[in-house]
């Protein structure tokens, strides 16, 4: 019951500013929150959705049933997007009869335009995390700030200063810093965590592109 | 990616709803700091051996003869800022009759004005005595409104103060002071009973910053071991024991010294 009370009275009984402050730092870890969920799960599907379809590549299917395949779906995420760019402007310049130098670039240029897609879309909202990240402890700190500038106004006032009288009005200004700090850690975490996956992901479709364009490379020199 | 997706944003829902109502209705371990505070029961407690209270009462009729001597002679400044408008009037010719009021106060001013100063000197230290009387009287008055409305605050305040007075006397019996102890200081003991009245544990929460002092409290509470009258209060009114008295802090400052 006195815990109950403690907190909310905390709450409660700050100022008009320090609670706004405490409002927009539970918005920053609700949003934050979800972007990482959001994020998590973005993450996991295309770790999936990669091995799945790196497996199929490499099982030497035929290429053409292997883009075939992916019409279907109506989402198509990470590798196998990278695969279709290219193969997709091979196929459209195939019919032209272009020379195979130019062919070629301009089969890894849609690659690496699918690729930079790609990482963009990964990297959505590591800046809000960042953001989050980097600034909410100073918000929450402006708030301790804020109140415990309000608790000394209060405590000049008073004849007899006890520790009594400071500490309410302390603590209630601390837990503007606590929830910032609550609402920057997950979000410092998440944001380090994710920014070193994108770099992976990155990483390997960059080599798969690699190793596609040389079997296109093949191919092209091939029917010369 | 605009449009909100159902399981992220039911996952930072339920995450917050989940810890605010945690921090709401309280984390089962964080159940036990419980006690520290409803403790509305925090015994305000004084050594006293002499009784303080008869020394400022004395004071205050000291104190109010003094200030009025002091009233009265302040209307001497004025003599000090008439010498400063005299030297303007001089060039036009109808005041020689003020003129004549001037050396009046000029030919004694050598040794008036040493007087005065000492007067004025004498009558601010009284201002000043007066003063700190005045802040004494009211830190009194306010200790006392703070005890009344403390009171008033504990719901069966008066039970709980008779047995709080009585456990504070049996204390304040077994206490001996250090020679440390100085006005001032305050120490909070938490103090743990059993219902049979026996103290089964004790600790300072709150130090005074002087050990010896601290030590001395510890001490007078070992002494006093068992409180006969806690037994008989768990026996007539169980309930009102396990609130107030199963574990209570008192304050303990001492108050009996001079400065």
Redesign the interface.
């Known amino acids: 019951?006195?815990?109950?009370l403690?907190?909310?009275q905390l709450v409660s009984s700050a100022s008009l500013f320090v609670q706004l402050i405490m409002m927009v730092l539970?918005l920053a870890?609700?949003?934050s929150?979800?972007?990482?969920?959001?994020r998590v799960?973005y993450f996991n599907q295309a770790q999936g959705e990669m091995n799945r379809f790196e497996a199929r590549f490499w099982s030497g299917t035929d290429l053409h049933t292997l883009y075939k395949e992916g019409d279907d779906k109506q989402v198509v995420v990470g590798m196998e997007s990278v695969f279709r760019a290219g193969y997709k402007e091979f196929t459209r310049l195939a019919k032209k009869r272009l020379d195979s130098d130019a062919m070629m670039e301009a089969c890894q240029r849609s690659m690496r335009v699918a690729l930079s897609r790609e990482e963009e879309a990964m990297e959505?909202s590591l800046p809000f995390l960042a953001t989050v990240g980097s600034t909410s402890p100073y918000v929450g700190l402006l708030g301790t700030v804020w109140g415990i500038m309000g608790s000394f106004h209060g405590l000049g006032q008073v004849?007899?200063a006890t520790l009594a009288t400071v500490a309410p009005g302390i603590s209630e200004a601390l837990v503007a810093t606590a929830m910032g700090l609550?609402a920057a850690i997950p979000a410092v975490v998440s944001y380090n965590r994710f920014s070193s996956k994108v770099d992976s992901f990155a990483g390997k479709y960059d080599t798969f592109s690699e190793e596609f364009s040389s079997i296109l490379h093949r191919q092209i020199h091939s029917r010369d | 990616?605009s449009d909100?997706?159902l399981?992220?944003?039911a996952?930072?829902?339920s995450?917050?709803a989940g810890?605010i109502a945690l921090?709401?209705?309280?984390i089962p371990t964080?159940?036990d700091?419980?006690p520290l505070?409803?403790r509305p029961l925090a015994i305000q407690a004084k050594l006293v051996i002499e009784k303080p209270v008869s020394r400022p009462a004395p004071a205050k009729p000291v104190a109010k003869p003094s200030p009025k001597p002091v009233v009265k002679p302040a209307p001497k400044p004025e003599p000090v800022k008439k010498p400063e408008p005299k030297p303007t009037p001089p060039p036009p010719k109808p005041k020689p009759v003020p003129q004549v009021k001037k050396p009046e106060p000029k030919g004694p001013t050598p040794e008036e004005i040493r007087k005065q100063q000492e007067q004025e000197k004498a009558r601010e230290a009284a201002k000043q005595k007066a003063l700190q009387e005045e802040?004494r009287r009211?830190?009194q008055k306010?200790l006392a409104d703070a005890l009344a409305s403390e009171d008033d605050l504990v719901e069966d305040g008066e039970l709980a103060s008779t047995y709080a007075d009585i456990i504070t006397a049996l204390i304040s019996n077994n206490w001996t002071r250090p020679l440390s102890a100085r006005n001032g200081m305050q120490a909070t003991i938490q103090i743990m009973t059993t219902p049979t009245g026996e103290i089964v544990g004790h600790s300072i929460i709150k130090g005074s910053g002087d050990s010896a002092f601290d030590i001395s409290i510890t001490r007078a509470v070992t002494r006093l071991g068992k409180i006969e009258e806690l037994a008989e209060l768990a026996r007539k009114d169980p309930s009102a024991y396990e609130k107030n008295f199963r574990r209570f802090t008192i304050n303990f400052s001492p108050q009996d010294l001079r400065r």
């Open positions: 019951m006195g815990q109950e403690s907190i909310w539970l870890s609700v949003v929150w979800y972007q990482i969920a959001n799960m959505h004849q007899q609550i | 990616m909100i997706k399981v992220p944003a996952v930072t829902l995450l917050h810890v921090l709401l209705f309280g964080m159940q700091t419980k505070e409803a802040i009211e830190q306010e």
